[in-house]
């Protein structure tokens, strides 16, 4: 698998400048006893884990590769916009996870998930995978194509991660960009910008209509 190799720096931090405190000397707190300490910028070490939600795939089509688009023995193509999603995993300190699992569900265009549980009463995508469990290469990077969710009852549009290292689990959300994420009931949880960056995929261009995003994904502690 080969797909561009995103920048990435060593870690996310906040662009919130520098604030200071003043700490007295000697019990005497005044301008001219004071000293100005240094408070480190928020930092993030890896991506937020967020819930694996209620309709985490139980069945699964047969082929479950890279391309959620198209299911093999038919001649469709799931409907809705396609969308292709890259990014690189590391950890904190920057390196790659090579060979890292990644297990991805989300909607289909018509805004259902493929689960008997779902209650939404839209309808199904024969033509649509649904779910997918692929591989990052040695460098860690993973591509994946698939058509852009729409988003469901209070949530905005989101697609399900649970990322697999050698040590490390995570279970997360990535949320698209220029979306009012503000709105939805788990990307409010985070209630700073660097957490809220970190689950937010980057648009980085169109191609033939297919719109590409870059996502970075940070395995703490890898």
């Given at each position: 698998?080969?797909?561009?190799t995103?920048?990435?720096?060593?870690?996310?931090v906040?662009?919130?400048s520098r604030?200071?405190?003043?700490?007295?000397?000697?019990?005497?707190?005044?301008?001219?006893?004071?000293v100005a300490?240094p408070?480190?910028?928020l930092?993030?070490r890896?991506t937020?884990?967020l819930?694996?939600g209620?309709?985490?795939?139980l069945?699964?089509p047969?082929?479950?590769?890279w391309?959620?688009?198209r299911?093999?023995?038919?001649p469709?193509?799931?409907?809705?916009?396609?969308?292709e999603?890259?990014?690189?995993?590391t950890?904190?300190?920057?390196?790659?996870?090579?060979g890292?699992?990644?297990?991805v569900?989300?909607?289909?265009g018509?805004g259902?998930?493929h689960?008997?549980?779902d209650?939404?009463?839209?309808?199904?995508?024969?033509?649509?995978?649904?779910?997918?469990?692929i591989?990052?290469?040695?460098?860690?990077?993973?591509?994946?194509r698939?058509?852009?969710?729409?988003?469901?009852?209070?949530r905005?549009?989101?697609i399900h991660?649970d990322?697999?290292?050698?040590k490390?689990?995570?279970?997360?959300?990535m949320?698209?960009?220029?979306?009012p994420?503000?709105?939805?009931p788990?990307?409010?949880?985070l209630?700073?910008?660097v957490l809220?960056k970190a689950?937010?995929?980057e648009?980085v261009?169109v191609?033939?209509?297919?719109?590409?995003?870059?996502?970075?994904i940070?395995?703490?502690?890898?």
């Open positions: 698998m080969s797909c561009p995103p920048d990435l720096g060593t870690r996310a906040s662009k919130l604030r200071y405190v003043l700490t007295g000397l000697g019990g005497v707190v005044g301008a001219s006893a004071a300490i408070v480190e910028p930092t993030v890896g937020p884990q819930t694996t209620p309709f985490y795939p069945v699964r047969f082929d479950q590769d391309d959620l688009t299911v093999p023995g038919r469709g193509v799931a409907q809705g916009l396609v969308m999603l890259y990014g690189k995993i950890n904190e300190e920057g390196r790659p996870v090579p890292a699992i990644l297990d569900w989300q909607t289909n018509l259902r998930y689960h008997p549980s209650p939404i009463g839209k309808p199904l995508d024969p033509n649509f995978q649904g779910s997918a469990v591989r990052a290469d040695s460098s860690g990077d993973y591509r994946i698939t058509v852009i969710p729409l988003p469901y009852e209070r905005q549009r989101h991660f990322v697999r290292g050698e490390r689990l995570l279970i997360t959300q949320f698209f960009p220029g979306e994420n503000e709105s939805d788990l990307y409010s949880t209630k700073n910008e809220q689950v937010t995929a648009l261009g191609d033939a209509g297919v719109k590409k995003f870059r996502w970075n940070i395995l703490a502690g890898e």
